[in-house]
């Protein structure tokens, strides 16, 4: 992929338990100004690797670089001053349920700069609006609608105007209206702020028509990559079992178990 | 037999230690939040809000509580005290009770089942609800945001809740051992400010009340941070928040009143 990269993961290895590695020598990079989607089954890995370029995980062998500084190398407060620079979509908006519309977004705000009270104000109305939300903004994330809290979850991840934008299942659990809308607005906040989005998802049909580019992975392994078209229309096995939801593929359907006559209690059967 | 009994001493030994790591990892949250205080005290407004969940919010069960025990101290205490002819003590009896014992450990069990148990519910529930994590990724740190005004706001609600809670005791012994006994006012209350002493009843009572209000409030905020995400997590860790708090307020309570003690000499 051409232009300047601004994540790149190279060999990275990770497991939540020694005997149960979840990623395979990695290697990614992301284009500055695209979207790029993640692409994979539930467990395949996807959302660890959003964690290890967030830094909250670091992992066991292979470097993450973002915006040219080792993630992984960082200590807390280097990496609390990288992490100003990124925001990230949460998969069902991890509002602060004691807070406002209005308090959430401004959060990020308050907590890292000393702007005035009233430019706060009209920052925060100007996110609110580009999610079509202005008018929400008393109302506490008790009364917003699931499709609703994801765009509030939305303002407040770009609240700093973050380089980096990151998406974990932004799609779960929407109306077609709301995905729509999320959809869209993922686009359309990237190319109007100019930062760099990795939508991490297994939503085929809405992902696939706004990414720039896409990784399928599957066990922790990156197993096809490019723009959506080309890696779609390519034979790979489990990008064609993914995308068209097929039960036969190199997924199977039945998780590993002894012979089921063995297990029925059929004598002489395998 | 020798493999069972080999089974049986790992998992003792597992389950030991498993506790002993457990109580360092709580230990060094605890050094990790006292050095990252500086939010909680620097913006205070962070703090003053908690104490009015923690500590406002408690203040019904803590009155009533205070009262009735109180009114039970002084019937109690006046069947006892008039066999020996020393019913006017009964102000005495009252205070010292309260002041120097059931006032620091009630309020600190009902802290701990009211707001303790509160504090580990709303932090586990933040994490489980991936709230924590978004912090975290907003590059504010939830042990500083979150976790140590709430811890500063039970240190600051205890000693008062207590003093509250032995005020309303002994206005309870009154009600009921002056206004419906009979005992005399003047020697209820004459009696009470002689013997009470600052420094040997009021102060210890207030330090034991603080000890108990640290223990209380770093033992809901841990097991709020480390709860399981999940609708069990949560709950599990508000029953040991509350089983965990008791006992500890209990024992504490032993060892304090052990350092305190001092076979009447001190007067």
């Known amino acids: 992929m051409a232009g300047p990269s601004i994540v790149e993961i190279e060999g990275v290895s990770f497991g939540y338990e020694a005997a149960r590695p979840v990623l395979h020598g990695v290697n990614m990079r992301i284009p500055r100004g695209k979207v790029v989607g993640i692409m994979g089954q539930s467990g395949c890995g996807k959302t660890t690797l959003l964690r290890i370029i967030g830094g909250s995980r670091r992992p066991g062998s292979g470097s993450a670089r973002v915006l040219g500084t080792p993630v992984n190398e960082l200590d807390g407060a280097e990496l609390y001053a990288l992490r100003r620079k990124m925001g990230m979509l949460f998969q069902f908006g991890a509002l602060f349920t004691d807070m406002t519309v209005y308090e959430n977004v401004a959060f990020p705000m308050r907590e890292h700069t000393d702007l005035p009270p009233d430019m706060v104000h009209d920052l925060v109305l100007m996110k609110l609006e580009a999610v079509g939300l202005r008018g929400a903004s008393r109302l506490m994330p008790s009364e917003l609608s699931g499709g609703m809290a994801r765009r509030v979850a939305l303002a407040r991840a770009i609240a700093l105007d973050p380089q980096l934008i990151m998406y974990d299942e932004p799609f779960t659990a929407l109306d077609p209206i709301s995905l729509g809308a999320v959809a869209r607005l993922i686009r359309l906040l990237n190319d109007s702020l100019g930062a760099t989005s990795i939508v991490v998802t297994h939503d085929v049909a809405e992902t696939l028509p706004f990414v720039d580019y896409v990784y399928f992975m599957a066990d922790g392994r990156v197993v096809a990559e490019g723009p959506p078209d080309e890696v779609v229309s390519a034979s790979e096995p489990f990008v064609g079992q993914f995308v068209n939801g097929r039960l036969d593929g190199p997924v199977p359907f039945h998780f590993p178990a002894p012979g089921y006559g063995a297990d029925l209690g059929l004598a002489g059967t395998a | ?267």
């Open chain 2, 1 to 267: 037999m020798v493999a069972k009994l080999k089974d049986v001493l790992g998992h003792l030994g597992g389950a030991v230690t498993a506790r002993i790591w457990r109580l360092g990892f709580a230990s060094r949250f605890f050094g990790y939040m006292l050095l990252h205080s500086g939010t909680a005290l620097r913006r205070f407004g962070l703090t003053i809000r908690e104490i009015y969940f923690a500590g406002v919010l408690s203040l019904i069960i803590i009155l009533v509580s205070g009262l009735f025990v109180g009114m039970v101290l002084a019937l109690q205490g006046y069947e006892t005290l008039q066999r020996y002819g020393s019913s006017e003590a009964l102000g005495i009896l009252v205070a010292l009770s309260l002041v120097r014992e059931l006032g620091p450990v009630v309020a600190g069990l009902l802290f701990a089942s009211r707001a303790g148990s509160a504090i580990t519910a709303e932090i586990g529930l933040m994490k489980a609800t991936e709230q924590i994590a978004a912090m975290e990724m907003m590059a504010v740190d939830p042990i500083a945001r979150v976790v140590a005004p709430r811890f500063w706001a039970g240190v600051i609600s205890m000693p008062l809740l207590a003093v509250l809670f032995s005020a309303m005791g002994i206005f309870g012994g009154y009600l009921v051992g002056v206004q419906l006994i009979g005992v005399d006012e003047g020697a209820f209350w004459s009696q009470m400010q002689a013997a009470v002493d600052v420094r040997e009843d009021i102060l210890n009572g207030v330090i034991k009340s603080v000890v108990f209000g640290v223990a209380v409030t770093w033992i809901a905020v841990f097991e709020g941070y480390d709860a399981q995400p999940t609708a069990e997590g949560v709950s599990s860790a508000t029953t040991r928040t509350v089983v965990t708090s008791s006992l500890a307020i209990l024992a504490l309570d032993f060892v304090l009143t052990a350092l305190m003690f001092t076979g009447g000499n001190a007067r």
